[in-house]
């Protein structure tokens, strides 16, 4: 491990004294991590920390702790300049001298630290392959890199730093490293009601939701899901959203109503140093609202990534809506269907027929349709589910007639493939929404679980562990935990599946799947009385639930993983009633 800060003889020169004290704490946090994970610090010349490990796995592990120490106590001077640490790390043989080690990689591990990012980590490709199959972790393929006087380029991989967790526990389970593609990760948070009136606030986390959609279909960014962004509403920290999110750089925005008019004003930030990089003002009728979301996402997307200004057609103008009754309407649903309960879901719908009425043109108000159909079946609430579906893929088609390049339009007809047992349509479906918009978080972890039903559970794996990071504060993680220990139970890590069973029951107590995976885990674990209270609570939440019901949203194609998955709940002590769920 080669560490040193970034900027230390400039931040020395304008404040000396403070810096060589604050030097001395920073060097302690390296050296208790680094003992811990069974290291050693060989020396600290200057700025800089080496230090060696016996295992490859602690060395990352204890990398990662490092950096997120720092970032959760950041050392920033009495002038405001923060200390920032790069790590670079490489496997190579060494050769004591003393106390020190000497040997080429040495030396390359310190080139390999100037290729991260302030607050980064940066490994070989050397290090890569010891921990592919080992740690659960993300990184990103930085690609080859070649420095002076090394005969071959090294291939370079980022660490993908996870959000931090409650009361500083870093924990990092066994698995397989997730490589993501190098691209610039950005977080589109909600944008500011400067209208007045509190209504308003629709009108603005629409503006901001599609934005975030037609940023994401650029082959040239990562984008993190509107579940994950919108928790931060009204949140100037901007370094702490980014290191939180994941995210290189945050959007923030404002937008203020005046009549059938409406003002947009952007703000880019570099969430890493905390820095401003534009602002833009953008002006139009709100009839023409979907192309000002669109000229906006060209404009961010143009900015982060110029080979995108190569890709104009990915923002093409799509939409001529006649009235803007039709968008008002759209938004305003789009505002309350993501909560997920059968008054807001009812709610939503009345909106999307009102928006129809307006226009029957508007991709949206269809898609949201059929979002509303799904979810009313999927949670047991539609008293006919089979004609829900049939009216939901009749609105998903529709939906993709007007506008084929819509991502979410396919995804609505891959999760009505999941519930009308066309598994194989479903993920064709869901693969085409990936394609058309790369960060679509939902598509993601709805694929996973489509190939479970199909019994591919080690892709299902790594497509689950993208939507988290693609959104790592997404409402929709409890889904996504649930169908992590679904995963790991038809694999027969019968722990592993209890562990996130358990994290999707912390993460939200009125989800009924989290209970009804911790119920069958326990079940069959043949720890009865934890797998009843399970059950119990489950029931609590989803008291209508039978074997008729549970068939219609686990279409799996191999019989023996359903009957595991009903033999967990009879251990738990649940008697399957015959008549549906409603």
């Known amino acids: 491990m080669h560490a040193d800060i970034v900027g230390y003889t400039g931040i020395t020169g304008a404040e000396e004294q403070w810096t060589v004290g604050v030097l001395a704490g920073a060097r302690r946090r390296f050296a208790d991590r680094i003992t811990a994970r069974g290291g050693r610090v060989v020396s600290t010349p200057g700025d800089a920390v080496l230090g060696e490990f016996a295992s490859v796995s602690e060395a990352v592990i204890a990398s990662m702790e490092i950096q ?13 300049r923060p200390i920032q640490f790069r790590i670079g790390l490489h496997l190579a043989d060494i050769y004591p001298d003393g106390r020190d080690i000497l040997g080429d990689g040495v030396n390359l591990a310190a080139r390999i630290e100037g290729s991260a990012d302030p607050g980064g980590v940066c490994f070989s490709g050397a290090v890569y392959e010891q921990i592919r199959d080992k740690l659960d972790i993300l990184c990103s393929d930085m690609g080859e890199h070649t420095f002076k006087n090394v005969a071959r380029p090294i291939r370079i991989y980022r660490l993908d730093m996870p959000p931090d967790q ?3 526990e870093q924990k990092i389970r066994p698995g397989s490293a997730l490589v993501m593609p190098n691209r610039p990760t950005v977080a589109v948070l909600p944008f500011a009601n400067l209208s007045g009136q509190s209504d308003g606030v629709y009108l603005a986390d629409g503006i901001t939701d599609s934005i975030i959609n037609s940023l994401a279909r650029s082959r040239w960014l990562l984008v993190i899901a509107r579940g994950s962004s919108f928790q931060f509403r009204a949140n100037e920290d901007v370094r702490g959203i ?3 999110l994941g995210a290189r ?15 947009v004003i952007t703000h880019l930030n570099d969430a890493t140093l905390g820095h401003l990089i534009q602002s833009h003002r953008h002006e139009g009728a709100l009839s023409d609202i979907f192309n000002l979301q669109d000229a906006i996402a060209l404009q961010v997307a143009s900015t982060l990534e110029p080979e995108v200004l190569h890709a104009q057609s990915a923002f093409n103008t799509r939409y001529a809506v006649s009235s803007y009754t039709a968008v008002d309407h759209v938004l305003r649903a789009y505002a309350i269907m993501w909560d997920m309960t059968p008054a807001t879901t009812r709610e939503a719908v009345q909106h999307l027929q ?4 307006a226009d029957a043109t508007v991709p949206q108000a269809h898609i949201g349709l ?27 088609t529709q939906a993709i007639r007007l506008d084929r390049g819509d991502a979410w339009a396919h995804m609505a007809l891959g999760l009505i493939g999941m519930q009308t047992d066309a598994v194989e349509d479903a993920v064709r479906h869901l693969k085409d929404a990936i394609q058309l918009n790369p960060s679509l978080a939902l598509a993601h972890g709805y694929l996973a679980t489509a190939l479970v039903f199909a019994g591919h559970a080690r892709e299902a794996h790594d497509l689950l562990r993208l939507a988290m990071r693609l959104s790592p504060r997404d409402a929709f993680l409890v889904y996504w935990l649930d169908s992590m220990s679904m995963v790991h139970l038809m694999e027969g890590r019968l722990g592993e599946a209890e562990h996130w069973a358990e994290r999707a029951v912390r993460e939200n107590a009125g989800w009924p799947g989290g209970f009804r995976m911790l119920a069958i885990t326990c079940g069959l674990a043949g720890r009865t009385r934890e797998a009843n209270e399970a059950l119990q609570s489950m029931l609590r939440l989803q008291p209508n639930m039978s074997q008729a019901y549970l068939s219609r949203i686990l279409p799996f194609r191999n019989r023996s993983h359903f009957e595991t998955y009903m033999e967990g709940l009879r251990k738990a002590g649940w008697s399957a009633p015959d008549t549906p769920s409603s």
């Open 242 to 244: 980014g290191r939180q």
């Open 354 to 357: 009102a928006a129809l009425a």
């Open 166 to 168: 409650p009361g500083g």
């Open 249 to 263: 750089y945050v959007l923030q925005g404002s937008v203020l109503r005046e009549g059938s008019k409406v003002r």
């Open 68 to 80: 997120l120490g720092f970032a959760r106590e950041p050392l920033v001077s009495p002038k405001g």
């Open 370 to 396: 059929a979002m509303c159909a799904v979810f009313e079946v999927y949670m047991g609430w539609a008293e006919n589910p089979e004609q829900r579906l049939a009216e939901a893929r009749s609105c998903a």
